[in-house]
């Protein structure tokens, strides 16, 4: 599975971005899709994960209410809309598919559960 994250950029505080992460390859593997961030001098942070098949989404506290996580299976691809933005949601965003379980719903959050990585794209939110 090749994941390919795109759609970040600049933006002034309380507006708006929308990445995207297409997927290729052997995707009937992929069980959820995550996206992740980290910022500068941080570790890589849970941001938002959704099932693959059926609607299941998950959301860091941090997030939730701001940040909406989608998915066309059509396209194969995944979208992370962002509301509201603030500074610290500055950070690289990555996206990233487990292929590898049957029980995300356990393991959405843990970054060592996800076996395929995008190359991560910058978001930045001025204040």
């Known amino acids: 599975v090749q994941l390919q994250a795109f759609g970040g950029g600049l933006v002034q505080a309380g507006g708006s971005l929308r990445l995207s992460c297409a997927a290729s390859?052997?995707?009937?593997?992929?069980?959820?899709m995550g996206w992740f961030r980290q910022a500068p001098g941080k570790g890589r942070e849970f941001v938002a994960a959704i099932t693959w098949i059926g609607v299941l989404t998950y959301y860091a506290d941090s997030v939730k209410g701001r940040f909406t996580i989608s998915r066309d299976n059509a396209k194969n691809t995944v979208y992370l809309q962002m509301n509201s933005l603030k500074p610290e949601d500055t950070a690289v965003y990555y996206c990233a598919a487990d292929a590898g379980t049957t029980y995300f719903s356990n393991t959405y959050y843990r970054a060592d559960a996800y076996d395929y990585w995008g190359q991560g794209t910058l978001v930045t939110v001025s204040s």
């Open positions: 390859g052997r995707t009937s593997s992929i069980y959820g």
